[in-house]
Every structure is written in C-alpha cells, then in structure tokens.
C-alpha cells in the first residue's frame, strides 16, 4: 500500500499568513494526488486534484504542486474560513490512501 | 447540483449487518465509478470500497474484505453498502462519493461529490 504522510499535522497561523502543508508519498504516484478540506461536522470537499487543478470554485488563494512523491499545498492569504483540516489522497493505486490530516488552527 | 443522500447507519452490536443506501441525483450516475469513504470519531479519513460505473468492478480495503459488498442498482441512481460481521472498529460516520475523471488520465483523478454521511456505531 502506498503511504501518505503529511507534514505538520498542526499548524497554527494568523489570517493573511501564507501556509504550506506537503504530503510525502511513498512510491512515485506520478500526479495522482488531490487535496480535501474539512470543517467540524462537515463532509470534506475537494480542492486541488491531478496535484495542481483547482476544482471548479475554489478560490485561487488555494494552489497545488510537486509530482511524483513530494507535493504541496499552499494557501497564499489565510482567511477566517480557511481554518479547517486538510487531506492529501493518492489515486494511483488501491487501496486509495488518504494523509493523516494537517489540522490548521487560528493563532 | 449532485445531490448524494445517505441512508441506513445506525446503532448495531458487533456481528450484527447494516445496509446502507446512497441516493444520487442531478448527474449521470451510471457513468461514474461511486465510492464509500469513512471517518472514526476525531480520526481521520478511511477508503472503504470503490466501484465501477456500471457495477463490474469492486474494490475494498483489507480492513473490510470479506465482511463488506458494493453494490449499484443504476436504473434506481442508489448505491449500497452491505455490511456484515460488523466490529467495534467500523463504528464511523461513513460518506458515499461520486468519483470524478479527466480526459487524458488513466482512473479516477479525484473524489469530487461527497455526501454528508451516516453514522453506523457498533457497540454492545
């Protein structure tokens, strides 16, 4: 199985900070890898997908790269509603593998 | 918009069996692989089981084989998740999720339609 590991699994930022979160694969997956967010009490909802497409909505403080085991996501400004937990998944493989989680606290 | 409407949790003792029901609308449902993802209390997300559009190709996580079936009926939109031999570790909230694709990529390239989920608690 292929392993995801997120990098930090806590972080705590101001809004109008620039924030980073990488996911380290552990076998090349090429750019199968999506980015979810998470609210308390919600569904996740989909973000990045193919490691650097924006879903349709998202807004553009949002952006994704890397490729082959390293990738990152990075919110450029932080906003209030931007505090949540942040999920990488691979879709190279099954089983399809999900990230611990990076929860994003206010500071 | 896609709609994904979950059914079927509940509270049941270990080894007892669940059905749980995911109503599709406003997408064409037999064209999309759909999948059923879970999240333990304060843990996070878990791949359950995928399956094909049209119903020829499952695939389950170790922790599920065997005790778990994916199922469609597309002429009715509704996917299903049949679960039996049910464990203390299955209690969860579980989502059903359309899958999504793109042209030029070999598979799914992301889980773009999530629904709000059901809660199965099992427990004695």
């Known amino acids: 199985d292929i392993q995801l590991t997120q990098s930090p699994s806590f972080l705590s930022a101001s809004v109008g900070d620039r924030v980073t979160i990488t996911c380290r694969a552990s076998q090349v997956i090429s750019n199968y890898l999506a980015w979810y967010q998470q609210k308390p009490g919600k569904a996740p909802t989909l973000l990045i997908y193919t490691a650097s497409t924006l879903q349709s909505g998202v807004p553009s403080r949002f952006s994704g790269g890397g490729s082959g085991t390293e990738f990152a996501l990075t919110i450029s400004s932080l906003q209030p509603e931007d505090f949540a937990t942040y999920y990488c998944q691979q879709l190279k493989t099954y089983p399809r593998t999900f990230g611990q989680g990076t929860k994003l606290e206010i500071k | 918009d896609v709609q994904l409407l979950e059914s079927g949790g509940g509270l049941v003792q270990p080894g007892g069996s669940l059905r749980l029901s995911c109503e599709a609308s406003?997408?064409?449902?037999?064209?999309?692989?759909m999948t059923w993802v879970r999240q333990a209390p304060g843990k996070g997300l878990e791949w359950v089981s995928s399956?094909?559009?049209?119903?020829?190709?499952?695939y389950y996580a170790d922790s599920v084989k065997g005790r778990f079936t994916i199922s469609r009926d597309n002429s009715k939109k509704t996917l299903y998740l049949q679960m039996d031999s049910l464990r203390l570790e299955d209690t969860a909230i579980y989502y059903c999720v359309k899958v999504d694709y793109m042209s030029g990529w070999f598979g799914p390239v992301a889980f773009d339609y999530w629904g709000q989920g059901t809660l199965v608690a099992v427990s004695s």
């Open positions: 399956l094909t559009g049209g119903g020829g190709a499952a």
């Open positions: 406003d997408f064409d449902f037999g064209s999309y692989g």
